[in-house]
């Protein structure tokens, strides 16, 4: 899916700034997408990832911004969505002179987006833009919270597992129920992690074949292909891969009663939602339960953090999805539709005194 123009996604308002950055002497090309600033400065990570095609980056980028929108609202953060994407160069390429012309351009917005880590980038990497600009979160502080986020968005989705199995499927613990997981990168593993600490039983796939081998010996888990964990025989699906993987063709396929995951963007479109709906399977939205880690490095780079209270305030995403929960039997409609409308009412910009 592509988009039908370069401010923005189809049918919906554009993008306030759309960067387009490039560098020969380093390989850079890169998107920074800033979707909205009405909360305050766009705040998302930054992924690097080798995409077939310029428009598919593009389409990323727009989609994971906006994304970012909706989750920093609901979670009510002072900051608005932002996201970048870098093109992985082909071949060989300098990591820290690619990130060095990255944070040249993250510079450029003057402070409008921060960036942090996300999918294909660490710490290290965001140590190094540090050097560059400061308008970047997400790295270990001597005396200081801060660092890597993937375990405080894993520990998000997992009270949000916890909180939708209560209100789905009547149970008020998670010993014995069966969650297949797609993905076993940083944010799955902790997930995985928790569940089996709290007797889940645990169906894994990934496209390295060495994590999953480590989750069953570690974990207990039992292994599948990574085209068929959708399909899983499991209560729960927890998408931790890439985004789109819910739709028109995996949906029908769809055995568990209740989705909640860290990917991104995971609905293809919205009309996917409510093709969810229609099966009987309820759908948590992910940028309801996987916050955990934006909360994590706005609370760094604001200097507020510190782990106890970050993890208290990660907890309470099971909150918002009981609210919601409760806002869908009010208003007659899917997760998906009434979490977009919940978060859109709050992208509003502070009244002027």
Request: hydrophobic share 45%; aromatic share 6%; glycine share 10%.
């Amino acid at each position: 899916m592509t988009p039908t123009s370069i401010f923005g996604l189809p049918d919906q308002a554009p993008h306030e700034r759309v960067l387009l950055a490039t560098d020969p002497a380093t390989g850079l090309k890169a998107i920074l997408a800033v979707h909205s600033t009405a909360r305050g400065p766009a705040f998302g990570g930054c992924r690097l990832w080798q995409y077939d095609a310029e428009t598919a980056a593009l389409n990323d980028a727009l989609r994971l911004s906006q994304g970012m929108s909706l989750k920093n609202a609901l979670a009510d953060l002072p900051f608005g969505g932002g996201k970048a994407v870098i093109l992985k160069p082909q071949g060989e390429f300098d990591r820290s002179a690619l990130f060095a012309a990255f944070g040249r351009a993250v510079q450029s917005l003057d402070g409008a987006y921060i960036t942090a880590e996300d999918v294909g980038t660490t710490t290290a990497d965001m140590r190094g833009l540090q050097a560059v600009t400061p308008f970047v979160s997400g790295i270990p502080r001597d005396g200081a919270f801060g660092g890597d986020p993937s375990p405080k968005t894993a520990w998000g989705v997992f009270v949000s597992i916890r909180a939708g199995v209560l209100r789905v499927l009547g149970r008020d613990s998670l010993d014995g129920v069966s969650v297949a997981i797609q993905g076993l990168g940083a944010v799955g593993w902790h997930l995985a992690e928790f569940l089996h600490r709290a007797g889940a039983k645990l169906v894994v796939a990934d496209v390295d074949a060495a994590k999953v081998e480590r989750a069953v010996a570690q974990l207990g888990a039992t292994p599948m292909h990574v085209a068929e964990i959708l399909a899983a025989e499991a209560d729960v699906l927890a998408p931790c891969a890439l985004g789109a993987s819910l739709n028109a063709q995996s949906i029908p396929a769809i055995r568990a009663r209740l989705i909640a995951g860290a990917a991104n963007n995971q609905l293809a479109t919205p009309a996917d939602g409510d093709a969810l709906q229609a099966r009987g399977i309820c759908y948590l939205p992910d940028y309801l339960v996987n916050a955990g880690g934006i909360i994590s490095v706005a609370r760094e780079y604001r200097g507020e953090g510190e782990e106890q209270a970050v993890m208290a305030e990660v907890s309470r995403i099971a909150e918002r999805v009981e609210e919601l929960l409760d806002r869908v039997q009010s208003a007659d409609s899917t997760p998906a539709r009434v979490a977009d409308d919940w978060a859109r009412a709050k992208l509003v910009r502070p009244a002027q005194a």
